[in-house]
């Protein structure tokens, strides 16, 4: 019994470690990207030794590579999934939402998924770098990510633009609208300007409500 008793503490210590090994090193590789993250820094931000690494993941390169799955992972928290977008389409078809109401939960639901989260914050700024220089882990994001979320983003825009909307000019539309997001990412810039130092959840919520009622214009529905 208290061999068990052991053995599943030591267990829950090692996820516990495996857990706090992929979120510094998602914040790590967000800020300085794979080159300029070390072994000994993976290490030493995580308060382990250097073996631990690559106890749970082989190595720098496993690490990053499990890092990229977990933002995989929360992908439909960022992004709506299609699961979640035909349910809307349902509500719209049998009129309880009309298309404004469409995009908005849509937008809504990407500016809170990003910005109220710390931790999804830095898998964007990861993405961001993916974007700006591929690594070997880029299909997998392309497959799992980007291309899930392109066609979720598609389903609603599609029902939610003018009528015979070309697929070109749908896909353009979405990818302007994610970049609005991403641009509040880091809204320093804009922030400091509002007297904002501090992002706190009404904040968000009033950069939300406002771009918004912008978005639907710019959709056009």
Known sequence: MTQHTKGKTNKARGEET???????GLKLFAMNGFNGVSMRSLAAEAE?????????FGGKQG????VIEEIVRFRDEVMPGEEAVLEQLARFEAGEI??????????RAQMHGILSDPITLWGVMLINREMADPSESYALLDKEFFAPSFDSM???LKAAMPEGTPYTEI??????????????VNPK????????YEMTPERIEELTEILSRRVVAFVGC
Request: aromatic fraction near 12%; charge should be positive.
């Open 98 to 107: 009309s298309k404004k109401d469409l995009v908005v939960w849509f937008f």
């Open 154 to 156: 598609h389903l609603l």
């Open 171 to 184: 896909i353009v539309v979405g990818a302007a609208l994610i970049g609005i997001v991403l641009k509040f």
């Open 63 to 66: 690490l990053y590579e499990a």
């Open 189 to 196: 810039p804009c922030t400091d300007r509002l007297g904002w």
């Open 18 to 24: 495996r857990e706090k090994l992929l979120k510094v």
């Open 48 to 56: 382990v030794n250097l073996a631990t690494v690559g106890y749970h």
